[in-house]
């Protein structure tokens, strides 16, 4: 990971790095800051476009890294679901090997009882961004609120979004849909 000003920009530092991407430096939330102060948050919200047409949030949860890590990792992240419809925390997060914690393991930020900040406009945010993509029925979003309560984009996923965390804490989120006569 690099990162560049108008002052350090070079482009031919620039092209001698490889393929990459350039995205803004993003100052989280607070509540985000409290968590782990030494990653940005990423909000998982996971959208369907559903057979009639409509787009509808099937999942969410929020992934946070650790002290050591300068961005989430899934290595060393923890995982904790969120309240779809609410955008409440749930009482537990996840580390990678499944287990269980109330509080993030370096902070000891407790999870419940506390809500991510602006989530229905992540929500909207991700529903009409999915409208104007009808040739992808799932998608899993990486946002995040900044310090300005504004959302972030930071990355779409239209396969391998991750569905098996929500499925095995919340789910079952997509039974509905169907989907299981596509395999035919």
Known sequence: MYFFDRESFDPLAVRNLGNGIFQKYIIQHELFEAIVPSS?????????LENGGDVS???CYLRVGR?????????????????????DLGPFGYLPTWLSIEKHPDTNYVFSGKTV???????????????SMP????????????????????EWN????DIKFSEATQGPCFSDLGWERLWR
């Open 158 to 161: 239209g396969s391998h979004n």
């Open 67 to 87: 002290l050591d890590d300068t961005h989430v990792k899934s290595a060393t992240h923890v995982r904790i679901p969120v309240d779809p419809e609410t955008g």
């Open 40 to 48: 940005v948050a990423t909000l998982r919200i996971t959208t369907v």
């Open 57 to 59: 949030v099937r999942a």
């Open 117 to 131: 900040p602006e989530f229905n406009a992540c929500r909207e945010t991700v529903v009409e961004l999915h409208k």
């Open 135 to 154: 040739y992808v029925r799932c998608i899993g979003w990486d946002v995040c609120v900044s310090n300005d309560n504004v959302v972030n984009v930071m």
